[in-house]
């Protein structure tokens, strides 16, 4: 990942994005897009067969990008919200009521 930016609360990418299942994500809205100036740029390296070395086979992709080219779909998170930090997990698992639909709300 490059483009990082060097302020303590956006310089790790966990500061900005998470995954929150297969295919759903938060990303800080500012730095989507080729135009950001704050862009992330993804270096993918896969193995073209097993037992290969890696090599590399996408370079320079928007992060957001990526992401949806990999089957996510993101919620956008403004800068605001991001500062605010969301409060800590709760302290056992979250449980979804029977019969409930795939449904997401992020407050």
């Known amino acids: 990942m490059r483009g990082a930016r060097r302020a303590q ?3 790790h990418l966990d500061c900005v994005f998470s995954i929150l299942g297969d295919d759903v994500c938060l990303m800080l809205e500012e730095m989507m897009g080729e135009d950001s100036p704050t862009r992330r740029l993804v270096d993918e390296y896969s ?6 070395p890696y090599a590399l086979s996408r370079q320079g992709v928007e992060f957001a990008d990526y992401m949806r080219d990999n089957g996510y779909h993101i919620i956008p998170v403004v800068g605001a919200d991001q500062l605010a930090r ?22």
């Open 47 to 52: 193995r073209p067969e097993p037992g290969k």
């Open 86 to 107: 969301a409060p800590p997990p709760p302290p056992r698992p979250l449980r979804v009521p029977a019969g409930a639909s795939g449904c997401l709300r992020v407050v």
């Open 9 to 11: 609360d956006r310089m």
